[in-house]
């Protein structure tokens, strides 16, 4: 089963500490205030057993020690996601507001693992058809900054960070590479947002690039956003 484009699957990418909780609050926010019916939900997860493997992938004290695992436990939460979650949402009429999407496979395991993006594509094809984001928000952010952020983040809620946040500096900055490389190939689907500005702005952004892409969808126009 493929989903034809809906104009109403968006997806919100970035890095760590790139804000994307907050921006996600604002997104719902506003889409729930243009009378949308929104389904908030992310990745991996979406499902019972999304979450489940969401907890195995990211628990520090139970590595994931090879790329190709992660790959594939990633994919198979996608596969329930996209059938259980996303599909019927779309199929009712209601706009998907995700965070993550598989841009992040071929950012954090293309870009941050090294796996080829052939493989990657394959898995695409193979889990998510033609399911994909109308649009997609991504927040950028430079690394150290983020980093910074997730920190304190951490600090603040009195735990640990998640596996994937105890990777080096480097394995984001590969990370942001693919994620502003897959932005400029696809222009008409990405908006990239400054997530460096002050909360405010940021949000005021995000309505704005919202504001444009619901009107184009309802006018019956599925361009750029």
């Known amino acids: 089963m493929t989903e034809p484009a809906s104009g109403r699957f968006i997806s919100l990418e970035g890095g760590e500490g790139a804000g994307k909780s907050s921006a996600l609050a604002t997104c719902r926010e506003h889409l729930a205030a243009r009378g949308l019916e929104v389904v908030l939900t992310r990745e991996p997860g979406g499902t019972p057993l999304a979450e489940r493997i969401r907890e195995m992938m990211l628990d520090p004290d139970l590595p994931v020690r090879h790329a190709e695992t992660e790959l594939l436990l990633v994919f198979a939460a ?104 897959r932005a400029a190939a696809e222009p008409q689907r990405f908006q990239v947002i400054d997530a460096g500005q002050p909360l405010p702005a940021v949000a005021d952004a995000l309505r704005q690039a919202l504001d444009r892409f619901i009107d184009r969808v309802q006018a019956g126009a599925l361009a750029a956003p």
Not at 89 to 101: I, K, P
Not at 116 to 134: H, K, M
Not at 144 to 161: F, L, P, S, V
């Open 78 to 181: 996608r596969a329930e996601h996209v059938r259980q979650t996303i599909r019927p949402a779309l199929a009712r009429g209601a706009w998907v507001l995700s965070d993550r999407f598989v841009d992040s496979s071929y950012a954090y395991q293309g870009g941050g693992r090294g796996l080829p993006e052939a493989i990657i594509q394959a898995l695409e094809g193979f889990t998510v058809g033609q399911t994909r984001p109308d649009l997609t928000l991504l927040l950028d952010l430079p690394v150290a900054d983020g980093m910074a952020r997730a920190g304190q983040r951490a600090q603040g809620n009195g735990c640990r960070g998640d596996r994937i946040e105890a990777e080096p500096d480097c394995f984001f900055e590969r990370v942001r590479t693919v994620f502003g490389q």
